[in-house]
């Protein structure tokens, strides 16, 4: 296993523990906090730049013509790497923060806006070819409200492509440091993490579920499972991390889904 530490951390090695630290919910998840500090280390770390982000686009595709929603676009490296493939891109955040940078980034002609993923969406029915939902999911306890919004955004037989943590990688973190009694496989369990980066220090909640739950969840919600995947990292990682990529070529990190409307 490589170290499980999100899309929002700029580290590469060694596990990261669930912290004992109780905060308050509106004080979780604050991306405003460390916008900056998180965009500069996702935009060059092994697990975004050259393992989730590589692995999303591959299974997206051919995009080119496609209107392709960003659920949770956070600063927009891969809204901008899709467009650049020739898709037509809108994205939103919860984050008013990653969403100024995405603005920067993409230029104030994108459909970007605020929105949260757990509430209705500022989006007509069926108006989306593809969903790209990457690493956002693991925030929410109920995935229901949130995939029945993307499906009813979603074109009938368009996809949802989704990244997820891998639930084998968690489970195995939770025992690595000795805290299974807290934290089982086959529960759907919260904890929090305090990432640091660039000097800035946040509190993450995130949820962990099993397999089966997000089987039952995706199916539950109108998608049919098209693909499951768990890659390799992207062929530059091993010229630009050869020491981790020696020692772990393969890791559980993140679980990929291809999931399509019926």
């Known amino acids: 296993m490589i ?15 669930p912290s004992a630290v109780t905060v308050d919910p509106p004080k979780a998840n604050d991306y405003n906090s460390f916008a900056e500090a998180y965009t500069a280390a996702n935009e060059t770390n092994l697990i975004n730049a050259h393992y989730e982000r590589p ?9 080119a013509g496609r209107r392709i929603l960003d659920a949770g676009c956070g600063s927009g490296p891969l809204s901008a790497a899709l467009r650049d493939r020739g898709a037509l891109v809108s994205g939103f955040d919860a984050s008013a923060g990653m969403l100024e ?21 500022p989006y007509a029915d069926d108006t989306f070819d593809d969903v790209v939902a990457s690493l956002v999911l693991h925030y929410l306890e109920d995935w229901g409200p949130a995939l029945a919004e993307l499906r009813r955004v979603l074109k009938p037989g368009g996809r949802l492509i989704a990244s997820v943590d891998h639930p084998f990688a968690i489970n195995l973190m939770h025992r690595q440091a000795d805290r299974e009694a807290d934290y089982k496989y086959f529960d759907t369990t919260n904890w929090t993490e305090e990432w640091t980066m660039g000097g800035q220090t946040a509190l993450m909640s995130i949820w962990h579920r099993p397999l089966h739950a997000m ?48």
């Open 3 to 17: 170290s499980n530490e999100h899309h929002e951390q700029a580290s590469s090695t060694g596990p990261t523990s």
């Open 55 to 63: 692995a999303m686009l591959a299974l997206a595709g051919d995009v």
């Open 101 to 121: 940078l995405a603005r920067r980034r993409l230029g104030d002609g994108t459909d970007l806006r605020v929105a949260d993923l757990g509430s209705p969406l």
């Open 215 to 262: 089987i039952e969840a995706f199916t539950g919600a109108g998608f049919r499972i098209m693909v499951i995947s768990e890659p390799e990292p992207d062929p530059a990682a091993r010229e630009l991390f050869p020491e981790v990529i020696a020692s772990t070529p393969r890791f559980l990190c993140f679980l990929f889904f291809v999931l399509q409307a019926d």
